[in-house]
């Protein structure tokens, strides 16, 4: 094997090893990805589903409150499109229904 040979071979393996290959899919397992709150606005559609008693709480102070950063929840609508928020009647037991 020439050295030219050996270089590409080596960087190759890189590639694979680092998930770094340019213009073709990433083959590296990837455990997470982080995305910052102006990232997850912009897009068309930003969806909760929150289930259960134990969110009850959180669903209110996300949902119901005035924006704060200490619960980021309440910070994320979508800019330009629509925020759903799916709840069931357990995670929605704290929101005023207007009763």
């Known amino acids: 094997m020439d050295r030219r040979a050996g270089r590409i071979l080596r960087r190759r393996r890189r590639e ?56 980021p929840a309440s910070l994320l609508r979508s800019e330009h499109g629509e925020t759903i928020v799916l709840l069931d009647r357990a995670a929605a037991a704290r929101l005023d229904n207007g009763s």
Request: include cysteine; aromatic fraction near 6%; charge should be negative.
């Open 16 to 71: 694979i090893e680092h998930g770094t290959e340019i213009g073709k899919c990433i083959l590296a397992f990837v455990e997470r990805v982080t995305m910052t709150l102006p990232v997850l606005a912009g897009a068309a559609q930003v969806v909760y589903l929150v289930l259960g008693e134990a969110k009850a709480e959180a669903v209110k102070l996300a949902f119901a409150c005035d924006p704060d950063p200490a619960i």
